[in-house]
């Protein structure tokens, strides 16, 4: 076997048999965008038809599509304009720009430069003599610079107007949140996912497919009630987790080997939806063909926290030694709510009905305007505004003689017996909650990158070296190949018939009839093919066919009438070769 590793071998394999290569190579290709090939993209599609069937229909939740172009309030209101930046560094001599964080990471022994503030990383820089990854050239004394991660754009011709292509597809649901909250009826918790694709300009994409320019994402953000909406953690309490959590994040940190449940009793995580999410998420992941033994979670550090996040945990993958980001899963409070609520016109609040009604004390004032109107002219109105507001966020304030309020850069002194103040009783229904969120968000592309590279195997098979992906069959992109012996009219006929039998049942079948029955296993080893079907002289006589299996090279003789209830069961998981009589 080479020395190289398996990422090197996967990437040559990925472009050789169509998972992904890098995008429009005729043009020389640009750094950060990638195709899926025909493999690539049935096994993306197989995993987001996955997450869609635990996460949004599994969990009750509704899934939206909205548009990657958003126009730039969203982004100021979400806190992307001002501070989605990572740090840049640029060689003076070749040019070259490297994020900072990633250059100390990879060069000393800081593991998370990302949460250090910029003037410590350049004196890391200057005193590791760190160096341009590209041309050599030292960088100590080179300042470092924040750079805005987002794609910019412009809506529409002539005085159009700026707008981003959308860095997390959360801004798309969090926008329309005063619409879902309707298809919700107005009831928390509820749930909104979405698959779609989401933009970055990364300053150094890298590692293949594990960070672009364009991914896709798979979000769910759960609105729900700060007060009390604690999940029933009893479905995933057992659920084993290899966590590590952040205090363990030293020098000699280790593991924590645990279960939800106990983990939540121990408080290692605080949250219990976040620790709901962790249990669903790992069975999902294990589901899919991540291997559990290079898996873990981890929590972020206090100073790595996205700029919305209240507490977050990852669902890391190992790769190669190394481990990767694979999901995040955060709680970002009612911080969105909040900012779409301060700078949109609609309410991002949702009206909670008391199961009684209930009698509050409420200031209220009713402004003399015989005196408001003369005073004050056309400040009047916004003095009114000004004292209501200031009634219900700090009523003590009219206990004086006189009472002030701003008013653009004025501040206006009023008489309280002007202001009509008073305590009232009133009857509410209900009152306006901000509903926190809760968000798992993975990574597509990193989920697909991790699902092929623990898949990828390698033995020996009749003296011979074999190089295979042992996929899951729920979503290994090509179900079955079905193979005639030999090119003969009578074989090719009866295996084109069971080739399209299969597809009938929503099977994806590959129909191969060239190069000798070993070789085409071969390909389709690689390609991860969980099955093949070779149809033989005998199977026009006793109407079965030999099944191998991809992993164990095993053979059974089927019947041809049961193959595509079988394969149906096979690829669900409800039956197992192993299981299978023949
Ligand atoms: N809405 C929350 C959010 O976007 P994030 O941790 O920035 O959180 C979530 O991104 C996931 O998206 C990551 O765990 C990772 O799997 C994926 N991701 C982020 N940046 C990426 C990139 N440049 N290339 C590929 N995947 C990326």
Not at 345 to 363: G, I, K, S
């Amino acid at each position: 076997m080479s020395d190289e590793t398996t990422s090197e071998k996967l990437t040559e394999l990925a472009k050789r048999r169509g998972y992904f290569f890098q995008s429009s190579g005729a043009y020389g290709g640009v750094g950060g965008f990638y195709t899926f090939g025909p493999q690539g993209a049935a096994l993306k599609g197989n995993l987001e038809d996955a997450w869609r069937e635990r996460f949004a229909l599994g969990e009750g939740n509704m899934e939206i599509d909205a548009p990657t172009i958003m126009p730039e309030p969203v982004f100021e209101a979400s806190g992307h304009l001002a501070g989605f930046d990572d740090m840049l560094i640029e060689c003076p001599e070749c040019g070259t720009s490297t994020r900072a964080d990633h250059l100390v990471e990879d060069n000393t022994d800081y593991e998370d430069a990302e949460s250090l503030p910029i003037p410590e990383v350049e004196a890391v820089v200057a005193e590791y003599e760190l160096a341009c990854p590209e041309c050599g050239a030292g960088l100590a004394g080179v300042a470092i610079e924040e750079f805005n991660l987002m794609f910019a754009t412009s809506i529409g011709p002539g005085d159009s107007q700026p707008g981003y292509l959308r860095p997390e597809t959360a801004q798309g649901i969090f926008v329309e949140f005063p619409r879902l909250k309707e298809y919700a009826r107005n009831t928390l918790p509820f749930g909104v996912t979405q698959i779609g694709r989401a933009y970055r300009n990364e300053i150094s994409p890298r590692r293949s497919i594990i960070r672009t320019r364009e991914f896709t994402q798979a979000e769910l953000e759960l609105f729900v009630d700060p007060a009390d909406d604690d999940p029933d953690l009893s479905a995933v309490a057992d659920v084993p987790l290899t966590l590590y959590p952040a205090s363990e994040q030293g020098a000699d940190g280790s593991h924590l080997e645990t279960t939800v449940g106990e983990a939540v009793a121990d408080e290692v995580i605080t949250d219990p939806w976040i620790a709901y999410f962790l249990g669903v998420s790992r069975t999902w992941y294990e589901r899919v063909g991540v291997d559990m033994d290079r898996f873990r979670y981890r929590q972020h550090l206090a100073g790595e926290r996205a700029h919305y996040a209240a507490d977050c945990w990852d669902a890391e993958s190992e790769i190669d030694g190394n481990w990767i980001e694979i999901a995040g899963f955060a709680h970002r409070g009612d911080y969105d709510l909040s900012k779409h609520g301060e700078h949109a016109d609609e309410r991002f609040t949702v009206f909670q009905q008391y199961d009684e009604p209930r009698t509050v004390e409420r200031a209220v004032v009713d402004p003399e305007m015989s005196y408001l109107g003369p005073t004050f002219g056309g400040d009047a109105g916004a003095v009114v505004a000004a004292l209501e507001e200031l009634a219900e966020t700090d009523p003590e304030a009219f206990d004086a003689e006189t009472v002030t309020v701003a008013v653009g850069d004025d501040d206006h002194e009023i008489p309280v017996e002007q202001t009509g103040f008073a305590l009232e009783e009133q009857t509410e229904a209900g009152e306006h909650v901000t509903p926190h969120v809760v968000e798992p968000s993975f990574g597509v592309d990193r989920t697909l990158y991790t699902v092929l590279h623990h898949a990828y195997s390698e033995d020996e098979v009749d003296g011979e070296e074999r190089t295979y992906l042992a996929l899951e069959p729920t979503v290994a992109p090509t179900f079955v190949g079905v193979f005639p012996l030999q090119r003969d009219d009578d074989l090719e006929t009866e295996a084109n018939t069971i080739a399209a039998t299969l597809r009938e049942r929503g099977l994806s079948v590959t129909y191969d009839s060239a190069g000798n029955i070993g070789r085409r296993y071969r390909r389709q080893d690689e390609v991860g093919t969980p099955f093949c079907v070779t149809v033989d002289y005998e199977s026009l006589e006793d109407e079965a066919v030999t099944v191998r299996e991809r992993d164990s090279t095993a053979q059974k003789r089927l019947p041809i009438s049961d193959l595509a209830e079988t394969f149906t069961a096979l690829r669900s998981g409800s039956l197992s070769f192993d299981e299978l009589e023949g």
